[in-house]
């Protein structure tokens, strides 16, 4: 993963766990990269983060 992409992920995953607070709950939220929408939500067992912004792919899974 280069520096690029290591700084991406890690600014959308601040904004996506900022956002994204109750379990079983799906956020939308505004990714900071490309800015369109993003949605995602917390795992309802165990608490683990998913998040995916549909423009840019970019996404997270816990």
């Given at each position: 993963?280069?520096?690029?992409?290591?700084?991406?992920?890690?600014k959308?995953?601040?904004?996506?766990?900022?956002?994204?607070?109750?379990k079983?709950?799906?956020?939308?939220?505004r990714c900071?990269?490309?800015?369109?929408?993003?949605?995602?939500?917390?795992?309802?067992?165990?608490?683990?983060?998913?998040?995916?912004?549909?423009?840019?792919?970019?996404?997270?899974?816990?």
């Amino acid at each position: 993963m280069s520096k690029v992409e290591k700084d991406d992920f890690l600014k959308f995953l601040e904004v996506a766990n900022e956002t994204i607070k109750e379990k079983g709950k799906i956020y939308k939220f505004r990714c900071p990269l490309c800015g369109n929408e993003a949605e995602g939500s917390k795992n309802t067992y165990n608490g683990h983060l998913f998040a995916k912004c549909k423009n840019c792919d970019m996404q997270i899974i816990e």
